[in-house]
């Protein structure tokens, strides 16, 4: 395979990872909090999430595989693993290995849910809130002036992501509105 061929291929799948990352913390959100869905669409949308999730990993391996078989830079096999070891734009690939260092967390705390505390799977799983945005600036920083495109891309993953959190923030927490409820005297 081309050299250039890798390296178009790097970007393409970093791209559509970012895409992917953004469609899940979506459904991630929407599956969560107070306006939750119940029943049929709940399982749908929770394997919905499941699926996506997994070509996000997918495409990642691959733009991580071909970033560093491309020799346009220097990344190796260790600053994919080890956040703000590389040779090549070492703040913003970090960021990269960063938040992919995180979808192994999330993955992996994920694949043994049933077999840790939920509170560990949960607090794990926030971390994607932190992914997310490490991804983001990862791409925008690392997008050269000819990839327009990409850019535009990631900025709009980054305002639909973005509005996807305001709306679960805002939707506050049952339990937690219950408790400020009963502290002010509000009986039902």
């Not at 390296?7 to 913390?25: C, F, H, N, P």
């Not at 499941?50 to 997918?58: D, E, I, P």
């Not at 932190?130 to 791409?139: F, N, R």
């Amino acid at each position: 395979m081309s050299n250039e061929l890798l390296w178009y291929l790097s970007r393409a799948t970093g791209i559509t990872s970012i895409a992917l990352l953004t469609a899940v913390l979506l459904l991630g959100v929407v599956t969560s909090g107070r306006r939750r869905p119940v029943g049929e669409r709940a399982t749908i949308l929770m394997g919905l999430h499941r699926w996506l999730s997994l070509g996000m990993v997918a495409f990642l391996g691959v733009h991580i595989t071909t970033a560093i078989a491309e020799t346009y830079v220097s990344i190796d096999w260790i600053s994919a693993l080890v956040p703000f070891t590389s040779a090549y734009s070492t703040a913003w690939v970090g960021l990269g290995t960063l938040a992919f260092d995180l979808v192994l967390a999330v993955v992996a705390t994920s694949l043994l849910r049933q077999r840790i505390p939920e509170r560990l799977w949960r607090r794990v799983h926030w971390g994607a809130y932190a992914m997310w945005p490490i991804a983001l600036v990862h791409g925008l920083m690392l997008a050269t002036s000819a990839e327009t495109i990409l850019t535009a891309i990631t900025i709009a993953c980054g305002a639909v992501g973005a509005a996807g959190i305001a709306w679960r923030l805002s939707t506050g927490h049952a339990d937690r509105d219950a408790r400020r409820g009963a502290l002010q005297g509000e009986w039902s």
